[in-house]
Every structure is written in structure tokens, then in C-alpha cells.
């Protein structure tokens, strides 16, 4: 007889959204040293305001955790799953604490941070375009190709929001085992996570205010 799945606690997921008016100086404030480099060498502005609006939620809130300065906390790399390098899912050196950043461009922009007491997935990603999903897809598990192609015979609409649902679980997924979208696409299938949940996780939508936006998180059982 197979043991029912227990109800788990979802992460703790905090958003922000990053506006033209916010105080950047005080943001790059928060960073460490080798962020504030890293960031220095980013030479899209775009780019450069999200990176820190990122790793500043971040600390922020890690801080608020855990005590000291945003500025101060150290940061560590589990191993890399594919080389073993010094890069692999990140953590607070101090604390028994989880998390996954994620954040979305463009007009509207958003960052997120998921918190957890145990390895966490997190992933935000707006509604793809039609041509994306047509190049994309034909890359994934084969239930989730069958799952867009069905949607597809609906409404090139309901195609694209299949596949980005699809394709947020799986980011969230691989950004929990801390490997990322460095393996094969086809591997793990999301397709249904309800009926064929994924050995070892928990893997679920995380409703967003926005319709254009598609949020989902994985967390280790």
C-alpha cells in the first residue's frame, strides 16, 4: 500500500516592485563586496537595477532573519551537480535557511525571494510569445509536448499559457535541486504534478495579481 503524501507548508514568498524612484545608492548599500562588483560590470541599466533590486530583497530579508547588516551576510555555494565547482545552489552560512530569487523585466517589473526551512525552487516568468512555445516545446518530456499540442488545437492563447505554466514548474524544479537549466529538458516531467508528482518535491503554481505573469515553486519533501 503506498503512503499518502502529507500537506506541505508552502514557502514564504516576498515580492517588490522596483520603481524608477527608488534610492539605487541605498540598494547597492546592501550588497557585499563581489556583488557590488559583479553589478559594476553590468553595463545595461535594465540589467544593473534588477541585479541589485535582486540581490537587495535578498539580504534585506536575510538580515531581518538573521541579525547584522544586509551587507554582511555571508552567502555560500553548495557544489555544483554537474563539476563539483563552487557555484551550485546558494544558502545563508549562518542559518538553516533556504531560498530562490526570481523577478520579471520589462515595463512592469517584479522581484521575488521564496524563504523556506528546507531547499527551495523558485520561478516567475511572463506569458510566453506563440513562437517561443512553437521553438521550445518540442524540447520538453513528451507529456508535456502533448499537453501544449492540446491546448494548441484550443487557441494559440491557451497553448502559450500551458507552456509557460509547464516551463515555470520546471524552472522552479531545477532551481530546488540546484542544477538549474544545465540538463535535459525532457527529464523531469511537470506536465501534472498533481497526478505524477515529482520524486523527492513538491512542485506547485503560486497565483500572481497579474495575468500576464505565471508564478510556481518547488519545495523538498
Not at 553595463?43 to 541585479?51: I, K, Q, S, V
Not at 524552472?171 to 498533481?194: F, H, M, N, Q, Y
Request: include cysteine; aromatic fraction near 4%; hydrophobic fraction near 40%.
Amino acid at each position: 500500500m503506498s503512503r499518502e503524501r502529507q500537506p506541505i507548508t508552502p514557502p514564504t514568498i516576498i515580492l517588490r516592485t522596483p520603481a524608477p524612484t527608488d534610492d539605487l545608492d541605498a540598494e547597492r548599500a546592501c550588497l557585499s563586496p563581489e556583488e557590488l562588483h559583479h553589478a559594476n560590470t553590468l553595463r545595461d541599466g535594465e540589467t544593473h537595477r534588477m541585479f541589485v533590486a535582486r540581490r537587495a530583497l535578498l539580504r534585506t530579508e536575510l538580515a531581518a532573519r538573521l541579525g547584522g547588516s544586509p551587507a554582511e551576510i555571508v552567502i555560500d555555494h553548495r557544489p555544483c551537480m554537474q563539476c563539483g565547482g563552487p557555484h551550485g545552489r546558494p544558502y545563508p552560512r549562518a542559518a538553516d535557511l533556504h531560498f530562490s530569487v526570481a523577478s520579471v523585466r520589462g515595463p512592469r517589473p517584479v522581484v521575488a525571494l521564496a524563504l523556506a526551512e528546507r531547499p527551495v525552487g523558485f520561478d516567475l516568468e511572463e506569458v510566453a510569445e506563440l513562437d517561443v512555445v512553437r521553438d521550445v516545446a518540442t524540447q520538453l518530456h513528451v507529456r508535456e509536448r502533448a499537453a501544449v499540442t492540446a491546448a494548441l488545437e484550443t487557441s494559440s492563447r491557451a497553448a502559450c499559457s500551458v507552456f509557460t505554466e509547464i516551463w515555470t514548474r520546471k524552472e522552479a524544479l531545477l532551481k530546488g535541486t540546484g542544477e538549474g537549466i544545465t540538463v535535459p529538458l525532457d527529464r523531469d516531467d511537470v506536465s501534472d504534478v498533481r497526478a505524477r508528482p515529482i520524486r523527492g518535491w513538491t512542485v506547485a503554481m503560486w497565483e500572481t495579481d497579474r495575468p500576464d505573469v505565471v508564478g510556481a515553486w518547488a519545495l523538498s519533501d
